[in-house]
């Protein structure tokens, strides 16, 4: 089978998850290719997500390596069986980073979504207006195709939050991110309405961390948390000025988890977060 030009990010959270496997149970490579019936080069290409793997593979595989967990079993097989769908964000392959495509594909497949930004707010509730103009101040400047390509991707990306089946969502917002006026005083009422209606739904809920709590744990991070069909396929997607970053480690997803919900303990109550938001766009 030739090997994959560039894996999605989904299709490498697979391999490593096979590769951890793999060293768990003190299985060398060489062994597993004689258990397959290949080659030991295959078998590190599917470590590395360059070779696809079927569903009957990584079911043969997991009891290869004596794995005891069925349900992480049933969702790897799942990633491998929908290793040929054609969602939304393929059309912007090739025309926007990997990156992006990656995020959307992390927030399409994801139980339950966690953000906490103390600069900017949530991408899945911003207006396109607000959008745009965030787009606009990136540097180096964007041509302005890309700027609306980005734009386009981020409006299709919130999806996600809404339809007869929305993800759970839960959004944590530093009082700095709703006082900054990217796009101007006009733009800026709009998006904060945007972000307090959005609260009444029953699937979402703002967290506010006001100027008054001072220090907090997490400030000045920018943090995704997605959580997967298992606990061990969630993974934290980190904002930088460079491109996302992603993070699968078991240590590190435990230290982030602790993270957020340090955040969530600092921020008003659901209710007096919404009030604030109000009260911050009323007075614009």
Known sequence: ???????????????????????????SIQEAAAMLGADRTMVSNIEAGRTSVSEDRVRQLACHYRCPDEALVDALAAIAGGRRARHWWTEYREKLPEGHLDVSELEHYATRIRTAQTVH?????????????????????????????????????????????????????????????????????????????????????????????????????????????VPQLDTVQLDTALGANFVDAPTPLANYRSLLDLMEASALSSDDSQELIRSIASEL
């Open 1 to 27: 089978m030739a090997p994959r030009s560039a894996p999605t990010g989904r299709q490498r959270r697979l391999a490593t998850e096979l590769r951890r496997m793999r060293e768990h149970a003190g299985v």
């Open 121 to 229: 707010l949530p991408g899945l509730l911003q207006t396109e207006e607000h959008a745009r103009a965030i787009f606009e101040l990136t540097v180096p400047k964007l041509p302005r195709l890309e700027v609306e390509l980005r734009v386009a991707h981020r409006m299709q990306r919130q999806s996600v939050l809404t339809g007869p089946n929305p993800t759970p969502y839960v959004g944590i917002i530093h009082e700095a991110a709703l006082r900054l006026r990217f796009g101007g005083r006009s733009v800026a009422r709009a998006q904060l309405e945007r972000l307090a209606d959005a609260a009444d739904q029953p699937h979402i809920t703002l967290l506010v961390i006001p100027f008054s709590v001072g220090g907090f744990h997490g400030a000045g991070q920018s943090v995704l948390y997605a959580e997967g069909a």
